[in-house]
């Protein structure tokens, strides 16, 4: 079974504070993505990765960033947190292309609820 | 921008109703349609799928009715339960990394 975990389920942070929310994957998959998700908006796409210290910009990449050191760790960092990144944030991963009907399958995390004051 | 618009918000349905959600993209490079479903406090699971090529895919009670033409595609839920209460999302695959845009999602309740 896939498993793909997020250090935390609910993070209170405080304007300004850096922020860091982490994401591990225990597939070896390639991919990795960092969504938020907001109420009417959907699942917005903020920053995803192919490969080892390779990233790439989403949708909505403005106050954030990330970091892959690791395969199976995918890092988001909020460098000066501000109210309007209070959200859901959700992590994915995927494998390559090819290989079973469900080779694209992307498998979410369970979610970090960030609240900033 | 890439976009996939999903309707209606939210949706209740008695006990074996047939809810339908639809969604409309833009992109005709989009070339994988899958709907995940969330429960409260859990992240998204997929839940089917359909490429452009086949116009119906069925798993179960959950049916995938896709248009080409119209570039639009739907999810029907066959004698619905209480348990298929969640939020359903549409997405479309394209991009550089093949990466998914979701539909803003739809709220189902399915009353007992």
């Known amino acids: 079974d896939v498993k793909v975990t997020q250090s935390s389920r609910y993070l209170v942070k405080r304007t300004g504070e850096k922020v860091f929310l982490e994401c591990v994957q225990d597939?070896?998959?390639?991919?990795m993505f960092w969504y938020r998700q907001d109420p009417g908006l959907g699942l917005r796409l903020i920053y995803f990765?192919?490969?080892?210290?390779?990233?790439e910009k989403g949708d909505i990449p403005e106050g954030y960033s990330v970091s892959r050191e690791k395969k199976e760790r995918f890092s988001l960092i909020l460098e000066s947190a501000s109210t309007n990144q209070t959200s859901m944030y959700l992590c994915?991963?995927?494998?390559?292309?090819?290989?079973?009907?469900?080779?694209?399958?992307?498998?979410f995390g369970p979610g970090t609820r960030l609240t900033v004051t | 921008q890439q976009q996939v618009k999903q309707s209606p918000q939210s949706l209740i349905v008695q006990k074996g109703g047939i809810p339908i959600i639809n969604c409309a993209y833009e992109?005709?490079?989009?070339?994988?349609f899958p709907w995940y479903q969330q429960f409260p406090g859990k992240g998204p699971a997929l839940l089917i799928a359909?490429?452009?090529?086949?116009s119906e895919k069925k798993e179960g009670r959950f049916t995938i009715s896709f248009n080409k033409s119209a570039k639009q595609f739907s999810l029907h839920i066959m004698d619905s339960q209480p348990g298929d209460s969640a939020t359903y999302f549409c997405?479309?695959?394209?991009?550089?990394?093949?990466?998914?845009?979701f539909g803003s999602g739809t709220q189902l309740t399915v009353l007992p």
């Open positions: 994915a991963s995927r494998g390559s292309q090819g290989g079973g009907s469900r080779s694209y399958e992307q498998y």
């Open positions: 597939m070896d998959h390639e991919n």
């Open positions: 359909i490429r452009p090529d086949v």
């Open positions: 990765s192919y490969d080892v210290k390779m990233k």
């Open positions: 997405a479309a695959r394209g991009g550089s990394a093949r990466q998914l845009t």
């Open positions: 992109n005709t490079a989009f070339d994988y």
